[in-house]
T-cell receptor
Framework: LAKTTQPISMDSYEGQEVNITCSHN???????ITWYQQFPSQGPRFIIQ???TKVTNEVASLFIPADRKSSTLSLPRVSLSDTAVYYC??????????????FGQGTTLQVKP | DADVTQTPRNRITKTGKRIMLECSQT?????MYWYRQDPGLGLQLIYY???????NKGEISDGYSVSRQAQAKFSLSLESAIPNQTALYFC????????????FGPGTRLTVL
């Protein structure tokens, strides 16, 4: 499984856009990139997933360059409630060969008023 | 997510005791997982099951065992609890259509004295 590297922590202020970058130099051809969010004492929650270029949903955008060795989670106009740990995961999403996702330390985002 | 429930939510026990943590899901998913999380760290995979007859060890299976009693139920046991098993335990499920989107339960906080 590809190893991921992301910043341990980040600070931001309400209303700002936050970009969290994850490095995954050994990503395999079949690997998707997935981001989860975790609030204290709660289970992680799926945010977004992508394979290449750009993916956007109601919560975030995910930017993936052509070489796929990194990805950037973008949170537009954060609020205090976005304070959480964000995990970048890389795993084989081909049906029947996956399930074994590895969560690293994640990035603790602190949003200040 | 109410679709994945865990019991108990909190448990304090003593060294050497046998403990069982239970997980139930109503999402109809075949795949279920057990993770542990230590303070300030990411999640580590203990065991995972792709269906009732398929159980696999994760990163840190030593000292743990599991039972997949039915599609909807996946239990984690500590045969003889030790203090360094004090942690937050999460159960998760995923479907075949999107393996990387795992749905997590609320967690069980276990303290071993």
């Amino acid at each position: 499984l590809a190893k991921t590297t992301q910043p341990i922590s980040m600070d931001s202020y309400e209303g700002q856009e936050v970009n969290i970058t994850c490095s995954h130099n050994n990503i395999a051809t079949n690997d998707y990139i997935t981001w989860y969010q975790q609030f204290p004492s709660q289970g992680p929650r799926f945010i977004i997933q992508g394979y290449k270029t750009k993916v956007t949903n109601e919560v975030a955008s995910l930017f993936i360059p052509a070489d796929r060795k990194s990805s950037t989670l973008s949170l537009p106009r954060v609020s205090l409630s976005d304070t959480a740990v964000y995990y970048c995961l890389v795993g084989d999403a081909i049906r029947g060969n996956t399930g074994k996702l590895i969560f690293g330390q994640g990035t603790t985002l602190q949003v200040k008023p | 997510d109410a679709d994945v429930t865990q019991t108990p939510r909190n448990r304090i026990t003593k060294t050497g005791k046998r403990i069982m943590l239970e997980c139930s899901q109503t999402k109809g998913h075949d795949r279920m997982y057990w993770y542990r999380q230590d303070p300030g760290l990411g999640l580590q995979l203990i065991y995972y099951s792709f269906d009732v007859k398929d159980i696999n060890k994760g990163e840190i299976s030593d000292g743990y065992s599991v039972s997949r009693q039915a599609q909807a139920k996946f239990s984690l046991s500590l045969e003889s609890a030790i203090p360094n098993q004090t942690a937050l335990y999460f159960c998760a499920t995923s479907g075949l259509e999107s393996d990387d989107e795992q749905f997590f339960g609320p967690g069980t906080r276990l303290t071993v004295l």
